[in-house]
């Protein structure tokens, strides 16, 4: 293990190029990376769908709730899937939902550290309160929210891939 942390990974170099060219090719096409979401998103809704269904519901007391819930998992992942325009929005403000619930929460759980951190505590309050006016702007143009997820999604790749290449020296 020591050799091979102190030697020339050309694995992780490649994996690490591959990773920033992502990352590039993302923040050019913003648009075409959301796409590719909306895409992953449907198919692990479907997936998860027919898991609950036919894996979880046998098991399951009451089977009417999660049968409902299951076919909708894969009526709204078909959706994804087959309708552009569904897809965008349902993933845009699904986003804009998870920043503001994110966010609350955060205000939420401030007010435990309140005493033992006075100054993490104001932290984040501040950093909730512009979570929740983010949120809402993304809430109100799922453009912004569609550009935003792209640009994160192209970020996460960049920090990734300057990692792997750091790495494999």
Same mark, same amino acid.
Request: no cysteine; glycine share 8%; aromatic share 14%.
């Given at each position: $293990?020591? %050799?091979? *942390?102190? =030697?020339?990974? +050309?694995?992780?170099?490649? !994996?690490?190029?591959?990773?920033?060219?992502?990352?590039?090719?993302?923040?050019?096409? +913003?648009?075409?990376?959301?796409?590719?979401?909306?895409?992953?998103?449907?198919?692990?809704?479907?997936?998860?769908?027919?898991?609950?269904?036919?894996?979880?519901? +046998?098991?399951? %007391?009451?089977?009417?709730?999660?049968?409902?819930?299951?076919?909708?998992?894969?009526?709204?992942? =078909?959706? *994804?899937?087959?309708?552009?325009?569904?897809?965008?929005?349902?993933?845009? !403000?699904?986003?804009?939902? $998870?920043?503001?619930?994110?966010?609350?929460?955060?205000?939420?759980?401030?007010?435990?550290?309140?005493?033992?951190?006075?100054?993490?505590?104001?932290?984040?309050?501040?950093?909730?309160?512009?979570?929740?006016?983010?949120?809402?702007?993304?809430?109100?143009?799922?453009?912004?929210? $569609?550009?935003?997820?792209?640009? *994160? !999604?192209?970020?996460?790749?960049?920090?990734?891939? !300057?990692? *792997?290449?750091?790495?494999?020296?």
């Amino acid at each position: $293990m020591q %050799e091979r *942390m102190n =030697g020339f990974d +050309p694995f992780e170099l490649i !994996i690490g190029i591959l990773s920033v060219i992502v990352s590039i090719i993302s923040l050019r096409n +913003p648009l075409s990376t959301f796409g590719s979401v909306v895409i992953i998103a449907g198919i692990v809704s479907i997936i998860v769908g027919l898991y609950k269904l036919f894996s979880v519901r +046998p098991y399951a %007391e009451s089977k009417g709730w999660l049968t409902f819930n299951a076919i909708l998992d894969i009526i709204i992942g =078909g959706l *994804m899937l087959f309708n552009n325009v569904f897809g965008f929005l349902f993933v845009a !403000i699904a986003f804009a939902i $998870m920043f503001l619930t994110d966010s609350f929460t955060t205000l939420w759980a401030a007010s435990f550290i309140k005493d033992a951190n006075r100054g993490l505590y104001i932290w984040d309050i501040i950093i909730s309160i512009l979570g929740i006016i983010l949120g809402i702007f993304l809430l109100l143009s799922p453009a912004l929210s $569609m550009i935003s997820l792209s640009f *994160m !999604i192209a970020v996460l790749f960049m920090t990734f891939g !300057i990692e *792997m290449i750091v790495h494999s020296f």
